[in-house]
């Protein structure tokens, strides 16, 4: 009786071990191919990348994505007429120059010749304008680029040139031109996406992996990838994924905490700065008592933005102190970090002349899928409780809090963070009056025309003093608690190197490379 | 062998009081106020003024897993409090009349069985939104099926037995023969169910805390801490380990209670 | 026969009340599909545009028959995220979700059972007491933590397993086995649990009965009696009780596919909550639920085949 018992645990630890074994055998073949140094990257001739992302693809097309994530891989199939630099300065891509006219009114691009898409067809003009007509949705519906619908026409007088001529001046036109250029005629891009980028699309495995691989044809020569093929792996647990890349079966990790980068010790190359991205305490303006401004100035100088970049960051994030982060350097006010400098006793006599002694009850309303705004809440409660305010934090998933508090605007108080943009007016826009996101309702006149100004002005110093003043309004009316742009830091196994951070979710995996 | 075989029901009893003291001790005293943030002390080891050691917010670990203790008791004993309300109507209903209104019953309570009890407490909270209320009443409902089944079938057990088909024709009221007959007896089983029951609130909200759809911070629950400190893993070992061995303890403190009522119950039987 | 339409019957009540609840849940929950697809930067018209692209500007009611007229014709409709056809979808899906199940459950039984009878054997002895505690630890354990803690030892500490992701079968068998073994385990370790005590439980009473003397009276060995007798009887409600874990199983998938990055149904069903994608989300709960309800009418029929005592008492 006993025997049979015995053998069948027997049975059950051979299993393990033949399972074991046989991975060891395949995992040592595995790490040959996989782990790519760079002897080994000889020896079998093709090197692979792993990419962990958090979240799945919405869609393989360029124009029906909407999912930042997805974006920045995508980004590596598909190249625009410009492209961004790590400054956030636009640089030539699929055209290699293009001139503005004197009243602003008509843009005019060159683009490069010889460029080809995936399957080897050329790209010309005629590509252009027919995306572009389906971006700014002149075949009928919804311009895809907001930006784009300024545009009144386009004309190509020759293969290798664009001519977009506007309905009125909008310096926010510009930027705008880093989206996907795709072939004309083209149907298929949501199943076998094709572009001119420096990667060509290999496969994509749902909730798996997507595969990309060199793009040999790519028209920058100097820009041609070093590394054969890249396979982003959708794995949406965090730690697992630091586990993953400890265990050597995950080459990058974009966006890992300090927790992570402890874990991971040496192994490890890391990139890492600010992300462009406003993460902030929004007081709806609207509501009683965040109408009050001393009510929103003793929130201000209650809240040690310090402490909760400390806590919450683990001390890697800069200071903000209005709606916009110095990752844009060119059109950053500086100064305004220290506009609250915390002071409880001001605080709480700011509270006395508006009237709330006693403090008061405030609801802040946090999207639960994010634990770092839940986290950020909790030292916000902490903090609060000093001057009296008692704060109730109420959760919600983040498709409950897009309907209720982000459009209908039902809610006292929440925490998001707003993520990068290139374009300066897209960030700052969301506090002008009529603007249909601007869900905090400020309401400054002053503010508005500033914006305005900034839209029609074409000198480029003219731009940024407007949007440098726009800034300074925000602090002062204490529109909101403007708290911090959390530093994003990529971490790469020790052979690799070559990823810049971008004021944009943006992965140069044409220059990434092993280490000689 | 009595007494080997009482061991786990010992040491299940031992456990839950242990827990239940620290809870009640709690309400009066921890060391550290539970949400007391001191950024000066964070992921500190258990060391002799932090016993188990400070989280990422410098809370001391030790007065959160104390008061936790309450929110992990409220939670179970008010899931279990709606489980067996519901599940009572309904299978004493199912039990005791038969016939269409059991039909009736039986077939909601086995539509409710189809969904993983896991996801009906998801739909259920993204329905209404995550805290501590709705985490109780999802937990409950979850758990209303397994209540209906077991008290469904004492009752139908026990209707069949003598002394209650006497007073049936003695022509005592449901009511009566329900107090005085049938309950006294189904109260064992019910008791291990509601145990048993007790025990799956806890892992239910720390799976719901892991997907965070659980208890709203900052009040501690233990399922929150455990995915709070899940990223902590390898940096600070300790927050991870102590919360998850307190959750361990509870269930199995309960599990063991469980299986101990019954085994008595099948000895005395 | 009878008792065959009766529970055909009773299928068949069920499965409408499941669709009812599947669909009266699903049109209470908050948010706008098409505003979560396009996010946060999305303007209104956009938002209002998508919305008639989806045909969520449609009565609830409408969408509703929409659906079910759609599943009479097998068609799921289309996934309002990724807008492909939700049969597409799934059909990538399943397996994952149907191997850890497969997987978990013959675990269950290859571990379980043995250990059953050793704690019934051995029973009175410190090696049972120990056996069992250590079994109700497996229960007592939350899920996602042990997960992390095996990845941690065997994935990251003695790289015996992949920490995460999954190998198609067809690819590369061994890989496959390895990658949903950890996972599997995870999710079995609760059923096991409850098998052993439930089996060692029957052991017991069927040790007390009559049949069981008698045998022992005619001189049968021990071995025998066990073999022969009694684990045969005890193991027809271990057939039921594999029943009622399907539904554990694929609720533990839901989590531990999360923590290994399984692409499976539980992951995607998260996902798709949290999305609003409600062609998908629907069909998904459906396929579950009828997958449940189907396996425990089987586990019925099983059960009357095998031991033809039991009455239809339900």
Redesign the interface.
Known sequence: ?KKK?FI??L??FVI?F???G???S??EEGKDANAAKPETKEATGSSVVRIAMST?I??LDPY?S???DTGSMMDNVFDGLLDTNPKGELVGAIAKSYDISEDGLTYTFTLNEGVQFHDGSELTSEDVVASYETLAGMNG??P?V?EFAVIDSIEAPSDYEVIFHLKEKNSAFLAANIVAIVPSDYEEQ?SKPIGAGPFKFEAY????ELRLVKNENYYNHEKIPQIDEVQF????????????M????IDVLPGV?Q??L??LGDSINTVSGPQNMVQLLALNNDVEPYSDLKVRQAINLAIDKD?II??VSEGNGTKLGSNFSPAMEFYYEPGLEDYYATNIEKAKSLLAEAGYNDGFQMELTVP??Y?FH??T???I??QLSQVGIDVE????????W???V??NEQYDTTI?G??GKLDPY?ILRRYVNDY??NFVNYDNEAYDELIDQALRATDEKDIAAHYKEAQRLLTEDAVSVFISDPDRTIAMSNHLEGLNMYPIQKFNLEDLHYTE | MKKSQSIPWRIGIVLVICLMTMMIISFFYTPFGPNEMNTGSRLEAPSFSHPFGTDNFGRDILSRVMQGAQTAFLIGTSSVFIGLMFGFILGASAGYFGGWVDEIIMRFIDAMLAFPGILLAIMLISVFEPGLKNTIIAIGIMSVPGFTRIIRSSFIQYKTYDFVKASVAKGAGALRIIYHHILPNAFSPILVAATLSFSGAILGESGLSYLGLGVQPPDPSWGRMLKEAQPFIVTAPWYVIIVGVIITMMVLGFNLLGDGIRDKQDTKA | MRYILYKLATFVATMTLVSIIIFFVFQLLPGNPAHIILGIEAEQAQIQQLEQELGLDKQATERYVDWVTGLFQADLGESLKYQLPVSDILVDRIPVTFSLGILSILLTIIIGIPLGILIARTKGKWISVVLSIMTQLGIAIPSFWFGFILILVFGVILSLFPTYGYVPWSEDFFGALRALFLPSLVIAISNIAVIIRYLRNTILDQANMEYVRTARCKGLTERKIMYGHILRNALIPVITILGLTIADTLGGSIIIENVFALPGLGNLLIESISSRDFPLVQSMVLYIAVLVITINFIVDLLYKVIDPRIRAKG
């Not at chain 1, 495995?205 to 798996?208: A, E, N, R, S, W």
């Not at chain 1, 400890?246 to 079966?249: C, K, S």
């Not at chain 1, 934090?393 to 409950?400: G, R, V």
């Open positions: 009786m018992l069948a645990f049975l059950v393990a033949v399972l074991v046989c991975s060891n395949q995992n799945e919405d869609n029906k909407a999912a930042t519906g919804e895809i907001a949501s495995k749902v909730g798996q792996k959708i794995m949406p647990d965090q730690e697992s994924s630091v586990l993953a400890q265990a050597g079966e905490t927790q992570g402890t874990q402490t400390d806590t639960s899928d634990q839940v986290d809440a909790q030292v409660a902490e934090i109420k959760m919600i998933e983040f498709s409950t897009l309907e209720d982000y459009q998001i707003f993520t897209k249909e996101r």
